[in-house]
């Protein structure tokens, strides 16, 4: 009995619903007018700005859009150019640049007029006749662009034809960076990256505001960029990588090419031949650089510690005045990275006497020392600067250089390390530092992570991404992104808009615009990536 009723309800209820989907289904017929998708939300852009405030309606691209930059400066222009490249692909629309006057478009504007913006900050201005960026300097215009570029849909990433609208959400930003130096670094030594590769990771830095690409070119498994007078360094040493692969190397015009295209994104290159560690390429190439005069082979391995050029040998130093001569002639940037790291085949006494010689072939050339903090073991010369990574914590030599002078650019090896695994059994990456997810990447704070540092000596951050274990653009990408944001955020952004919880959303909203970009990103379980 109790069967046969459950029957019977069982199809009551089958006629009920399908009574009721008719019913809908007759609504549905005439579907709400599908509303306009809403701007993005003027403070969703990472690096987050300083202050954002809506107001009114947004601009919307469209025909009669131009770009319009100042008169007289090929600097504005070539921003004003980029901008063009990027949106014209996707939106379909002509966007001429104007140099000259004009109130309406797309407007690019020196002159801000507010010092506290510096040479990068920005104002962005946008309502229903226009979007106007305003800055002190090209590279604040520059950066204004990256946050307009975010304001607009992700699909105009796309470089194909997609479908509006193209809207700018109404309101005032304005923004500036806390810190000078936000950096990103490659290994191009353990395994070898093309000049290609190289500048799609400068235009994806771009986008979070990063202004410094710190490239690692030597290594005890290569040496990546030709010097003259020392011509087997590239030939012979830049022969091969980490797992015996075919390595290679920048020729002179290669590193020019690269240099010019990150300073078109207003990056500044800082080129690291580590020393007296981490020697072997070199050493392999010319015997007469080692104590015993007897050239190893290059190693292939990712061990680290066992090198050391021969502190004692005057050709040393003349090896050295070389490299650092022709390498700071094709290098604009403020810095030479002298490395100092792992020294474990050099004594404590060798190094310091090293470092005493090595600094002054950097400074008689007009150019500022960086080094990895270890440089604090010995004496760093005034103006130098010290990469630590470290861990956090207490390192009273890094304290104690930083009281007299020496700046500092944090890359916590367990924040910032990009070559750290995501977790246990991720591809690619090492752990040494430990796991590091996304929110582990984004919980530290320059400014206290090092104890009694005083927070003025930071002059930055920097994320290194080292290449033992990857030697492509897609592992390259799978290790940087989503952590890099992050970092260029804490790099950028007020200590007090720092949280986990708002920024985590932000972030998220990045995932759409690197599907359009073709990053082949780490979809961390952490994010709340949008659905689709
Ligand atoms: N430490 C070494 C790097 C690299 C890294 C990998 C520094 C300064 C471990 N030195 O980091 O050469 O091997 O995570």
Redesign the pocket.
Known sequence: MRQHRTVLLTRLLAALILALGAGTASAAAAPAPAAPAAPVPLGRVVPVPVSVAPAGSPYTLGDATVIRVDAGSPAAQRVGEWLAALLRPSTGLALPVVAGAGTDGIQLRLGAGDKALGTEGYRLVSGPGTVAVTANAPAGLFHGVQTLRQLLPPSVEERTRQSGPWQVAGGTVRDFPRYPYRGAML?V??HFFTVEQVKRYVDQLALYKINTLHL?LS?DQGWRIVVDSWPRLATYGGSTEVGGGPGGHFSKADYRDIVAYAASRHMEVVPEI?TPG?TTAALASYAQLNCDGVAPPIYTG?Q?GFSSLCVPKAVTYSFLDDVLRELAAMTPGRYLHI?G??AQSTTAADYATFMGRVQPLVTKRGKTVMA?H?ITEARPVAGAVA?Y?GMGGTETKLVAAARTGTRVVM?P?NHA?L??KYKAGAPFG?E??GYVEVDKSYAWDPATLVRQLPASAVLGVEA?L?S?TIDNSDEIEYLAFPRLPGIAEIGWSPAATHDWSTYRTRLAAQGPRWDAMGIDYYRSPLVPWPAG
């Open positions: 290994d030594a353990r690692h290594d580590d981490h990712t680290v490395g790291d792992e990895w270890q990469q990574w890359s090896a390390y070559d750290m090492t040494w530092a290194p080292w033992e």
